[in-house]
C-alpha cells in the first residue's frame, strides 16, 4: 500500500489527460456524469456516484459500426474500430462490477464482440472507494462492497485528505509506473457502512415464482420508458439501424442501446410480440438480472445486478428493485 497526497493526484490526473483520454467524474449541465476531463479542475470531487454508469465508455449509446458509401461502382463498406486508449478515474465498485459482468457476454461468450473488446483492451480502471453508501445503494446484498478493489487495475481509498493506493493488475502497475510514492505499512482504510437492508438474490427462488401475479401488480405502475435499462451498468441489449450520413449516398450502420422493456423489442416480422404484455417484459427483466444471465453465461454470480440503485432512482413510477428483492425474500 502507497500514500498518494491530493496534490500528487492532482499533478498525476492532469499528466495523464495530457497522454491520453481521461475520463471522470464531471458535473455537466448539472449532472455528474463520467465525461472526458482536460485536468483536474474540471472533476467533481464530491461526487458519491455519478448520474450514469461507466459502461458508455466501452459500449457506447450509439456506436458506428461501419459506414456505406452507394454510388456508380457501387456498394463500399468501411469498418469503423475504436481506436486509442483511455483511463477512467473514479471509478466506483459497483460500475467495475458491471464491466466484469458485460465481460462475461460479450468477450468471454464466443464469438467475442470486436467493438466492446477492443475498448476493454485499451481501457485502466482507478476506482475510488466509497466513503459512504448512496441512500439507494445495495451492492453488498449481491456480493460487492463499497470499497472492493477486485475488479479494478489501480484502487485509491480515501483516507482524511490523502489516498491510499493499491495496485491490482499488471495494466495498474503500468500506469502508476514512474510515480513516486512513499511506502505505508497500513492495510484499507475502514469505512463506516450501514449494514444491507435486502435479502441476497440468490436466497430467492425465482423460477418458482415465474407465474405470480405479482408482476402484473407491479407492472401496472411500469411504464416501458426504458430508462432503468439505460442507467444500468449491465444492461446490454441493443438494435441496429442505418441512418444518412451527410452526402448523398452516404450511411452508416449504428448500434443503439435497448431494452426487453420496450413494446417493440424483439418484434418479428407480422409484427408479433414474443412478451406483448407489460408484466412479460417486466418479469423477464428481473428474472434476467437474478436468474437467466448467470445460468446463460455461466457465472458463478446468482446476479447481473450490481447494487448500484441506479434504476430505484431513475423510475418515474418507483418500480423498484429492492421492493421486489424484499417482496421475495419474506414470500421465501
Known amino acids: 500500500m502507497k500514500l498518494l497526497s491530493q496534490a500528487d493526484l492532482n499533478c498525476w490526473l492532469d499528466d495523464l489527460a495530457q497522454k491520453t483520454t481521461l475520463i471522470a467524474p464531471r458535473e455537466v449541465s448539472g449532472i455528474t456524469l463520467y465525461h472526458s476531463v482536460e485536468n483536474c479542475q474540471q472533476v467533481n470531487w464530491g461526487f458519491t456516484r455519478p448520474k450514469m454508469s461507466i459502461k458508455n465508455a466501452l459500449f457506447p449509446i450509439t456506436d458506428p459500426l461501419f459506414s456505406i458509401q ?3 461502382d457501387g456498394v463500399q463498406v468501411q469498418e469503423v474500430l475504436p481506436e486509442g486508449k483511455q483511463v477512467i478515474f473514479g471509478v466506483r465498485p459497483c460500475d467495475a462490477h458491471g464491466l466484469t459482468i458485460l465481460d462475461a457476454a460479450l468477450i468471454n461468450k464466443q464469438p467475442a464482440d470486436l467493438y466492446y473488446s477492443r475498448r476493454r483492451e485499451n481501457t485502466t480502471l482507478i ?3 466509497c466513503r459512504e453508501v448512496h441512500s439507494s445503494c445495495f451492492c453488498t446484498s449481491v456480493g460487492g462492497a463499497p470499497d ?6 489501480v484502487m485509491l481509498y480515501p483516507c482524511g485528505e490523502d489516498y491510499r493506493l493499491e495496485t491490482i493488475t499488471t495494466k495498474g502497475e503500468t500506469l502508476v509506473a514512474g510515480l513516486v510514492l512513499e511506502e505505508t505499512e497500513a492495510g484499507r482504510p475502514v469505512y463506516d457502512y450501514p449494514p444491507s437492508q435486502f435479502p441476497s438474490p440468490g436466497s430467492v427462488q425465482w423460477a418458482a415464482h415465474f407465474s405470480d401475479d405479482y408482476w402484473q401488480q407491479v407492472s401496472d405502475r411500469c411504464l416501458s420508458c426504458r430508462v432503468c ?3 444500468c451498468p449491465t444492461c446490454r441489449c441493443f438494435i441496429t439501424r442505418d441512418e444518412p450520413a451527410g452526402e448523398p449516398g452516404s450511411f452508416e450502420r449504428l448500434r443503439c442501446w435497448d431494452s426487453c422493456n420496450g413494446a417493440n423489442y424483439r418484434m418479428v416480422a407480422g409484427g408479433h410480440r414474443p412478451r406483448s404484455e407489460k408484466s412479460e417484459r417486466l ?3 428481473f428474472l434476467c438480472k437474478f436468474l437467466y444471465f448467470s445460468s446463460q453465461y455461466g457465472l458463478s454470480e446468482t446476479t447481473s445486478c450490481t447494487g448500484c440503485g441506479r434504476c430505484v432512482d431513475a423510475c418515474p413510477v418507483n418500480v423498484d428493485i429492492t ?3 424484499n417482496n421475495f425474500g419474506r414470500v421465501e
Open 323 to 325: 421492493e421486489i428483492l
Open 148 to 153: 472492493d478493489p477486485a475488479h479494478m487495475d
Open 70 to 72: 452507394v454510388n456508380k
Open 283 to 285: 418479469r423477464n427483466r
Open 127 to 129: 476506482g475510488v472507494a
Open 229 to 231: 435499462a439505460y442507467v
